[in-house]
C-alpha cells in the first residue's frame, strides 16, 4: 500500500529556514516525480516544487532562488529546504507522488507558518 508521510513543519520567523522530509512506502521503482504543493487558507492547492525520477527539478516562481527539492539516496524519500521564508509561505505543504501509470498519490500535509 503507498503511503506517503511528512514531517519537518513548524512556526519560524520571517527570514528563518525550514526543512520538509516526506518518506514514500511502496513500490520505488514506479515513482515517475515526487514533490510539494502547499495550500494557504483560501487558497487553492498549489505546485511548490517537484523532482523526476531523472533528477530534473521544477520551482514555482514565487519560490526560486529560496525553496530546494532533492530526493535521498533511497530514492523513497524527498526534502523541501525553505531558506528566507516569509509571511506568504504559510501553508499547509503536502508531499505528491505520481506513479506509473500516472497514479497520484498524497501525504497528509504538515503546516508551516511563518510569523512576521
Known amino acids: 500500500q503507498v503511503q506517503l508521510v511528512e514531517s519537518g513543519g513548524g512556526l519560524v520567523q520571517a527570514g528563518g529556514s525550514l526543512s520538509l522530509s516526506c518518506v514514500f512506502s511502496g513500490n520505488i521503482f514506479s515513482i515517475q516525480t515526487m514533490g510539494w504543493y502547499r495550500q494557504a487558507p483560501e487558497k487553492s492547492r498549489e505546485l511548490v516544487a517537484v523532482?523526476?525520477?531523472?533528477?530534473?527539478?521544477n520551482y514555482a516562481e514565487s519560490v526560486k532562488g529560496r525553496f530546494t527539492i532533492s530526493r535521498g539516496n533511497a530514492k523513497n524519500t524527498v526534502f523541501l529546504q525553505m531558506n528566507s521564508l516569509q509571511p506568504d509561505d504559510t501553508a499547509v505543504y503536502y508531499c505528491?507522488?505520481?506513479?506509473?501509470?500516472?497514479?497520484?498519490?498524497w501525504g497528509k500535509g504538515t503546516l508551516v507558518t511563518v510569523s512576521s
Open positions: 505528491h507522488a505520481l506513479l506509473f501509470p500516472y497514479r497520484n498519490y
Open positions: 523532482i523526476t525520477d531523472r533528477n530534473t527539478t
